[in-house]
């Protein structure tokens, strides 16, 4: 059994095969965003499915860096195959490449709007970062055990003493650079550790913790609107990051139809509306409510900018929570 065991750890396919789980892990992502927002209509709500494909990652990443140890053991011994070389070659370049894929991702995010990713694609700058880390490490772990290899050269003929101190000077050279290295990448990779810290406590922390401050509203809509309405959201953006998604309105709130206030700007669309629920919400910062209603015209703003003429506006529910509408156009 043991042999079995080495045999599958020494073979460069398990490595390659983890290694390549682990960059396209971020496919699974669009499983785990099916799975808490339900769009189709199927409901895969099994117990732990959603924290399984979140760790899924993680764990292949782990598998891959303890075959790599076991390999670099290796190396010390007895140095490594031209196939073991050569896969380790690609690996980086698989490694380098999701590194610049995931850094224009996060370039994305930054220039639309928080939570732009996870709307589309179901993962968040957090992990992005976090999956970088692992890559860059591990990325630095394979170019090391080039050089290691390459400079040591286990096997070798004993070198003639007058080339002995140059090589103990490349030995220590090589050393040091591993040592520099593997430092800096620690030392800068403190704030992605953090997010991680951060976004571990996300994922076992309730849904005030995940969503914050705003989470009541939704509750509030999910309580007192009737399941066949449509329910009316504030836009997305720093103000409502959260209550403005759609994909975790969605998990909340299906099968309700969700409408954006960001789309609320023509009179003639909301006549064909004709009704609509919406909840008062305050910004995350500063004072601003959302939406603005006028009751001497009896018009409302939804977008910020433009004001809708409706019939009539209830107040069909009210607590120290917050307010919900029903609104007539």
């Known amino acids: 059994m043991i042999n079995k065991i080495t045999n ?8 390659l095969v983890l290694w390549l ?19 189709s209509g199927y409901k895969f709500h099994v ?16 598998c891959a860096l303890m075959i790599l140890l076991f390999w670099f053991k290796e190396l010390i011994a007895k140095g490594l195959s031209t ?15 999701f590194i610049l894929i995931a850094k224009y991702l996060m370039e994305m995010e930054y220039n639309s709007y928080p939570n732009f990713l996870y709307q589309y694609s179901g993962i968040t700058v957090a992990q992005l970062e976090l999956m970088s880390f692992v890559a860059g490490f591990q990325l630095l772990l394979f170019l090391i055990t080039l050089v290691y290899e390459s400079s040591f050269k286990p096997g070798t003929k004993r070198l003639p003493k007058k080339n002995q101190t140059n090589h103990s000077f490349r030995t220590r050279a ?5 040592f520099v290295g593997i430092s800096g990448l620690l030392a800068l ?3 992605t550790l953090l997010n991680w810290t951060l976004l571990l406590g996300e994922e076992s922390g309730g849904y005030e913790t995940r969503i ?5 509203y939704i509750v509030l809509l999910s309580e007192h609107t009737p399941t066949d309405s449509l329910v009316i959201h504030p836009p997305q953006g720093d103000r409502w990051p959260a209550i ?11 099968p309700r139809t969700l409408v954006s206030g960001a789309l609320l700007n023509d009179q003639e669309d909301m006549e064909k509306i004709k009704v609509g629920y919406f909840t008062e919400v305050p910004a995350t910062s500063g004072d601003a409510i959302w939406p603005i209603i006028i009751d001497s015209n009896k018009s409302i703003i939804f977008d910020g900018e433009n004001e809708i003429k409706y019939k009539s506006l209830e107040e069909i529910f009210t607590s120290d929570e917050g307010k919900v509408f029903k609104v007539v156009f």
């Open 212 to 216: 914050g401050k705003h989470y009541k």
């Open 189 to 191: 990779s403190a704030q």
């Open 83 to 97: 196939i073991r070389k050569k896969t380790l070659g690609i690996l980086s370049l698989f490694s380098l490449g």
């Open 21 to 39: 789980g682990f960059l396209l892990s971020p496919l699974l992502s669009w499983v785990r965003l099916f799975y808490i927002v339900g769009e």
């Open 244 to 254: 403005g998604n759609q994909p975790v309105l969605r998990y909340f709130l299906y």
């Open 8 to 15: 599958l750890i020494s073979n460069p396919t398990t490595l």
């Open 174 to 178: 090589s050393l040091m650079m591993a």
């Open 47 to 62: 117990r732990g499915a959603s924290t399984l494909l979140f760790y899924a990652p993680y764990f292949l990443a782990l």
